[in-house]
């Protein structure tokens, strides 16, 4: 079974409305990252949480880490075509174990 | 930020064969990622290149087969040793620099997508 788990595995939103995106691990984490992977632009960087309970936002993106740092969410607000892609979570589990990456979120956005 | 070219962009080759990849920063960086993501699969981590000490590698990779050198801080190598078909993935180098926001942020490279035949 994989490590980290994303839900749901694929969305289609139309353009404007809001959605989230959840990261879940049976494992408390040292820090959780999330990416965004666009054909033809390679792979992005979001954003990195490593505190329980930290909240980031980077312009209409947000994510969450829970207090016990075993589940994250990454929400996007008045979704845009320029949002679609995979969105991969990656996470550093544990002193000694890989780094590991979730399966990936595949968003599509509708105008 | 970083930039970060890499070479080749793609290549197929034969199976039993070796690749080279070259990953160039603009800046330098005491770490450098080397990462895999195979056909519709998510990103591994292979190994981290640190500037004057041996590789570290993660669990299933081994210096035999993904060998790297870091001669400085500005590029790294990975070599792909005794291909299979297996190894046809998009190799893709990493940095972490600082951002815009001024916090770290981890940079990509546009990938070297192989193919072995």
């Known amino acids: 079974s994989q490590e980290l788990e994303q839900s749901p595995q694929s969305l289609i939103v139309q353009e404007g409305k809001n959605l989230t995106i959840n990261c879940t691990s049976s494992k408390t984490l040292y820090g959780l990252y999330w990416y965004k992977q666009k054909y033809g632009e390679g792979l992005i960087f979001l954003m990195m949480l490593q505190k329980g309970g930290e909240e980031k936002s980077h312009e209409k993106i947000t994510a969450k880490l829970d207090e016990k740092k075993q589940q994250s969410s990454l929400h996007i607000t008045a979704s845009q075509p320029s949002h679609a892609g995979i969105y991969l979570c990656?996470?550093?589990?544990?002193?000694?174990?890989?780094?590991?990456f979730g399966p990936g979120t595949r968003l599509s956005v509708l105008p | 930020s970083a930039v970060i070219s890499q070479k080749p962009s793609r290549d197929i080759c034969q199976r039993g064969t070796s690749l080279t990849i070259q990953c160039q920063v603009d800046?330098?960086?005491?770490?450098m990622f080397w990462y895999r993501q195979q056909p519709g699969q998510s990103l591994t981590l292979i190994a981290t290149a640190n500037q004057g000490s041996e590789a570290t590698y993660e669990s299933g990779f081994v210096i035999d087969k993904f060998p790297i050198s870091r001669p400085n801080l500005t590029f790294s190598t990975l070599t792909v040793s005794n291909m299979s078909p297996e190894d046809s993935s998009i190799y893709l180098c990493?940095?972490?620099?600082?951002?815009?926001?001024?916090?770290?942020?981890?940079?990509f490279g546009p990938g070297t997508r192989l193919t072995v035949l």
């Open positions: 990493s940095v972490w620099g600082s951002g815009e926001s001024s916090y770290n942020e981890q940079f």
């Open positions: 800046s330098q960086v005491t770490m």
């Open positions: 990656g996470a550093d589990m544990s002193y000694g174990q890989n780094f590991v």
